[in-house]
């Protein structure tokens, strides 16, 4: 593919698809850890006050990640039909396609900022105990503004640009802001430079001027380039396109509710077996979460590619594509299951202090835990973004649901609930689940790939 959208007259090599899966994800991904690390930095500021607070800027996060993430797969078919639309050489379609996806974005704010009002009535309604309710509902009340700011920088661009070679954008704007929240969190968290002290609601408040931050620098620049405004010009959002948005975009945001569900409550799970245990699950998830970013990143890449040969007619191309992606999302996922592996206490120390014993322990063998399912977590995020790139939704999510819920979580409550494994016995429900998952989503690409698939068709 070139930079017109094009796609080469020669059938690719399976090295020509490496090289240019990874040419579009590296940017990807690399925004994708920047942004992990702005995570990561709240999480390692935050548990210098100690498990409470640590626990609750992790439970806190996790509910403002978990619901967003849901949203904006609501957002993500504009990736799916500007990749088609390019393909086919149809750039006329792609104004209409951004500002109703703009729109889209927009009407989803609504209930994203009502849900995080009511936090805390939600945390009680689930059995988490009162003060920490009490203190994740004040700390979402501050959190909940991200929503405006997350919605354009991470539900529309993230999924309009990279089908238009926008990817370096996406980077670069994400680089500064990783940057600029680690100075501001630190500042707020512990008034230096002039700032107010705001503790635990400091990491909310840095996170929430930032991340409205990116969202009005992207539009600045899509807006501003000369080269991006025929793209994004003023069209008049069309109630057809919404309709095939929501149609291909419902059964993504019901997997990806599903999948962050299942860690949503595991975390819950583990919060009812104390402070420390929760402090421990957020520190093995946010280290797991950094590996798991350059997998999304080929996810986001083979998305747009598959839809690419989709829309230029190249049924074999995209079978091509979408193989070459898994084995890459896989490849990169056993080196860093070696990492965890071979330092897991290396890795837990860069969260915890040793002399924290109980939470330092959980979360060490919650990282060999992890080892066990790395491969599959990177196999099952890239095939069913190639499975999105032919337009295939609703089965990826049946396999999704059935796999997590039907499998992985009543797996996960008996070893910890029943069998008393503890928070470990969690954890081995979800390798189990994402196991599951993996080897189904991968079956499903292996034969729907084989088919004649036609673009999705729009109004």
Known sequence: MDGTGRLPAQPATFLHHAIETLRLAAPLSIAQLAQM???????????????????????????LLTLMLVLQGLVMPVSVLVAQ??????DTALPVLYWTGMLLSVLLMVPAFALFSVAEPLLLAVGEPPALAHDVGRFMSVLRWCTPGEMIAFGVMRSFLPALGGGPTILWV?????????????????GAWGLPA??????????????????????????????MRRFVAWARPDGAVLRVMLRLGLPIAATLAVEAGLFLAVALMIGLLGPAALAAQQVAL???????????????????????????????????????????????????ALILLLAPRTVAGLYLDPANVEAFDIAVGL???????????????????????LGDTRVPFALAALGYWGIGFPAAWWLTMRAGAGPAGAWWGLALGLSVVAVLLMARFLRRSRLTIMPVRLP
Do not use: K
């Open 367 to 389: 990282l060999g835990v992890a080892t066990a399912f790395q491969v599959a977590d990177g196999v099952q995020v890239v095939a069913v973004g190639a499975l999105r790139g």
């Open 174 to 190: 994400t680089l500064v802001a990783a940057i600029a929240n680690g100075w501001l969190c630190y500042g707020l968290i512990h």
């Open 37 to 63: 690390m702005m995570g990561v930095t709240d999480t390692v500021l935050l548990g210098g006050l100690g498990d409470n607070p640590l626990a609750v800027g992790g439970l806190g996060t996790s509910l």
């Open 85 to 90: 639309a390019r393909g086919a050489g149809r």
């Open 198 to 227: 705001l503790g635990t609601d400091g990491a909310a408040m840095a996170s929430v001027i930032i991340f409205s931050a990116m969202g009005v620098a992207l539009l600045a620049l899509v807006h501003g380039r000369a080269r």
């Open 286 to 336: 946010n280290a797991l979460s950094i590996a798991f970013m350059i997998p999304l990143g080929i996810a986001q890449a083979v998305n747009v590619r598959v839809g690419h040969h989709i829309g230029a007619g190249d049924g074999p191309g995209a079978r091509r594509a979408g193989l070459v992606a898994i084995g890459l999302g896989a490849t990169f996922e056993v080196g860093s």
